[in-house]
């Protein structure tokens, strides 16, 4: 079950990020509008960083599930590293269900 932790708090945060742009601004920010608030950036800043995070995650679990179905002494673990994998996928599955305003401007 921690398996699921980290995708699972990556997209809670990515979701506060979306009511909190919305409710600062009281609308979704345009093309090329930068952020002014500092509470804001550093929110913006730290859910970039947590989703780069996921996916460099999802190729390091990559690696360790193929390695632990070579070696049978790490053959326990390769069930965690799938579980990470399945809610990393449908914690960035959730992102597109994201406003659509909003994912223009944040892939902008």
């Known amino acids: 079950m921690a398996a699921g932790i980290m995708p699972f708090a990556i997209i809670l945060i ?26 804001l950036r550093f929110h913006h800043a730290l859910a970039e960083y947590l989703a780069l995070g996921l996916i460099v995650s999802l190729y390091a ?33 959730l992102f597109l269900l994201l406003p659509h305003p909003f994912l223009n401007w944040l892939f902008d």
């Open 61 to 93: 679990t990559g690696i360790m599930t193929v390695l632990s179905f070579a070696f049978k002494s790490l053959r326990f673990l390769s069930f965690s590293y799938l579980i990470h994998m399945v809610f990393a996928g449908l914690s960035l599955g």
């Open 14 to 39: 990515f979701y506060a990020l979306v009511a909190h742009v919305r409710l600062s601004l009281g609308r979704w920010p345009q093309f090329n509008e930068t952020l002014t608030n500092g509470l």
